[in-house]
């Protein structure tokens, strides 16, 4: 194993051999089928290298931990599953995406999410695998949404687009860990109307605050 805190783009940046990309998609398919059948409990290196075909020590090359593993692996197939929508106003994009992220954490896909997150609490590694592969692509799909809304004069330029984002989406990742209140449609497009009210220029449908 290593501890080198840039593993990820390292490998990405790494010319690989067909027989050693062949390996890696081997690993993330299988990776993948086990989160899909039990979840991270079920995703260790003994059952990756089983269900693979790849040995152990060819895994640990590429990969610090089974956590890490997992984290690329879910990833790379949530990369496309929440599509930014695009419905002409911010309060319109914003509030189904919110929608769409809760039914996204309700779902299988999001205890998964929840199990990679807490483990990535105490494994600094896996949890740098887990910002490359998953968190990044989401945040910066939602910042070229914001970045829209913002040219149309729909949210407030004083706004940071990391704390908009955080003001939107925490308090649905808090319930998904927490579980003291639902992930529903109607529960969400209340934290949506909430978080939009503060974050919107009049322009974007929001009297109460003024332009920015």
């Not at 984290?71 to 919110?98: C, H, I, K, N, Y």
């Not at 929608?99 to 807490?118: D, H, K, M, N």
Request: aromatic letters at 6%; glycine letters at 8%.
């Amino acid at each position: 194993m290593t501890d080198h805190p840039d593993l990820a783009a390292t490998e990405a940046a790494r010319p690989q051999r067909p027989r050693s990309v062949r390996a890696r998609k081997a690993v993330l398919d299988a990776t993948n089928e086990l989160l899909a059948e039990g979840g991270l409990p079920v995703a260790t290196i003994d059952a990756i290298s089983a269900r693979s075909g790849v040995s152990k020590a060819t895994i640990y090359k590429h990969w610090p931990s089974r956590t890490a593993v997992a984290a690329e692996a879910f990833g790379l197939r949530m990369s496309s599953a929440l599509p930014p929508p695009d419905t002409g106003s911010a309060r319109g994009d914003f509030t189904t995406q919110v929608r769409l992220v809760s039914e996204f954490y309700a779902s299988p896909a999001g205890t998964v999410f929840a199990q990679l997150l807490a483990a990535s609490v105490t494994d600094a590694e896996a949890a740098h695998f887990f910002r490359t592969f998953f968190l990044a692509g989401r945040r910066q799909a939602i910042a070229e949404l914001w970045q829209r809304s913002k040219d149309r004069g729909e949210v407030r330029s004083d706004v940071d687009v990391e704390v908009a984002q955080d003001v939107l989406f925490g308090p649905l990742i808090f319930r998904l860990l927490s579980g003291h209140a639902p992930l529903t449609e109607e529960q969400a497009a209340q934290i949506a109307d909430a978080a939009l009210n503060g974050l919107l220029t009049e322009a974007g449908g929001n009297g109460a605050v003024g332009s920015a």
